[in-house]
């Protein structure tokens, strides 16, 4: 009797799949990182590119590398802190033993956190803070606020002004860090010589409505204005829409913050002064450690505590034309061509970018 090729190749694949659930049942240590655990990783809104760009990819690597069969679970609110507290039980539903929670409100998080408590789940609290999470892991956030307003001022300063209107736009209320931005940005700016002649919080962090509010003020403040704080890429990307489309030239300098491909660019062409980069490799990391290690009834590494919750705290940094290569591209974030595409060439030349 013959056997075919193909049987024959069938035959090979489920002795060794005989041969790895062996390996699997015959030991009784756990996997390396001690898994089989299921890690439920719950993003607030995808409209800032972080998210889905850079916080799930490499959280998900993370979380392989700590424990190789640990399961992944992931939902993004979309800016819905409702949806968020569904997709918080359909996690737990599923077995989730450990909740990274980004909460899109950080208030309302409190009741995830109970009812992860009332079933023994752990919670870290991601990039946003959350009271009681038993792990947080974050940037210094009043920091972000210092150096965005203090690159501005800088700005300013450099081009020979020392007085007139800035707009203020900044993050969601419901977000605990747009108040530790905004505290942080207001201890510089207001004893600065310039003045916050308007200031928004924008809902939802929505771009779409920084730029309506933007362009609601600008024929009450157009002529003094000489600068625009906004507290991330996506709402500065909305100021300088609705500057562009009131007609204002120059451009005044508009902050930001995340280091998203569309402002590094903005940066390299003039539209825009700076943002903050945050190294969401080493926040993804520790988060992914530190739900692992509480997967398994362990302890998360922290470097200090918030309100009592061990935390890990990393530290944020300006980025200006100046040092777009020695931050976003040295960490491989972007490569030089990925921002250098064919509108920003000269720039990107003079800028000593390509
Ligand atoms: C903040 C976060 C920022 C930015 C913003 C909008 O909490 O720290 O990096 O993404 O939310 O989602």
């Known amino acids: ?54 916080d799930r990819p490499l959280f998900t690597e993370a979380l392989k590398a700590a424990c190789a069969d640990c399961e992944l679970i992931y939902s993004n609110a ?43 789940v752990p919670v870290v609290a991601y990039d946003r803070f959350i009271e009681s999470a038993d792990y947080y892991v974050s940037f210094e956030n009043e ?40 505290k942080g940005a207001h201890s510089v700016l207001d004893s600065s010589g310039f003045k916050v002649a308007a200031e928004f919080d924008t809902p939802d962090w929505s771009p779409d409505k920084a730029q309506a509010w933007m362009e609601g003020q600008l024929s009450a403040i157009k002529n003094g204005l000489v600068g625009v704080y906004a507290a991330n890429d996506g709402t500065a990307g909305g100021a300088i829409a609705a500057l562009k489309g009131g007609g204002v030239t120059p451009l005044p300098p508009v902050t930001g913050q995340d280091s998203e491909l569309a402002a590094i660019q903005r940066i390299v062409s003039g539209d825009q ?25 362990g302890k998360p590494e922290s470097t200090t505590d918030k309100n009592g919750v061990p935390s890990t705290i990393l530290d944020p940094v300006a980025v200006t034309k100046a040092n777009i290569k020695d931050t976003v591209v040295k960490d491989n974030i972007y490569k030089v061509t990925d921002i250098c595409t064919a509108s920003f060439a000269t720039s990107c030349t003079a800028a000593g970018l390509s």
Not at 18 to 43: F, M, Q
Not at 47 to 52: G, L
Not at 158 to 181: C, E, Q, R, V, W
Request: proline fraction near 4%.
């Open 143 to 182: 920091a972000v606020g210092k150096l965005q307003a203090q690159t501005l001022v800088d700005t300013l300063k450099a081009a020979g002004k020392t007085s007139g209107n800035l707009a203020m736009i900044n993050g969601s209320p419901t977000d605990p860090n747009a108040a530790d931005f905004k």
């Open 78 to 120: 979309d800016q819905d802190a409702a949806k968020q507290q569904q997709q918080a039980e359909a996690a737990l539903t599923q077995g989730a033993n450990v909740l990274v929670l980004d909460p899109v409100d950080g208030k309302a998080a409190a009741a995830v956190v109970a009812s992860a408590k009332g079933q023994n």
């Open 273 to 297: 002064a700076m943002t903050i980069y945050k190294a969401v490799k080493p926040q993804a990391e520790a988060a992914a450690k530190g739900a692992v290690a509480l997967a398994n009834g």
């Open 1 to 54: 009797m013959s056997v075919s090729p193909s049987r024959l190749v069938g035959l090979g694949l489920a002795v060794s799949a005989l041969a790895l659930s062996l390996v699997a049942c015959g030991s009784d240590e756990p996997a390396a990182g001690g898994g089989g655990k299921k890690i439920a990783l719950l993003l607030p809104e995808s409209k800032t590119t972080r998210y889905e760009a850079l």
